[in-house]
């Protein structure tokens, strides 16, 4: 049976700079995830502007406005 032996304990220089080392991993992910909301909201809104300028929608937008203003 092989003996397990376990890392020995960061002292508190060793600490900071592994900590140091994770946030530095992290650069740039809030901008990424800004560039990736960025496009998918771009993607949304040209979706909605071609189902609001299909005939479809816009003729039931007129029977809409129409039935309120008569009323």
Do not use: C
């Not at 080392?21 to 040209?46: C, K, N, P, S």
């Amino acid at each position: 049976m092989s003996k397990t032996t376990w890392p020995k304990p960061l002292d508190s220089a060793e600490g900071r700079a592994a900590l140091r080392r994770l946030e530095q991993d992290e650069d740039g992910l809030a901008t990424a995830e800004y560039g990736i909301v960025m496009l998918a909201a771009v993607a949304f809104a040209g979706l909605l502007t071609a189902v609001l300028t299909s005939d479809t929608v816009q003729g039931l937008l007129e029977s809409v406005v129409q039935r309120a203003l008569s009323h």
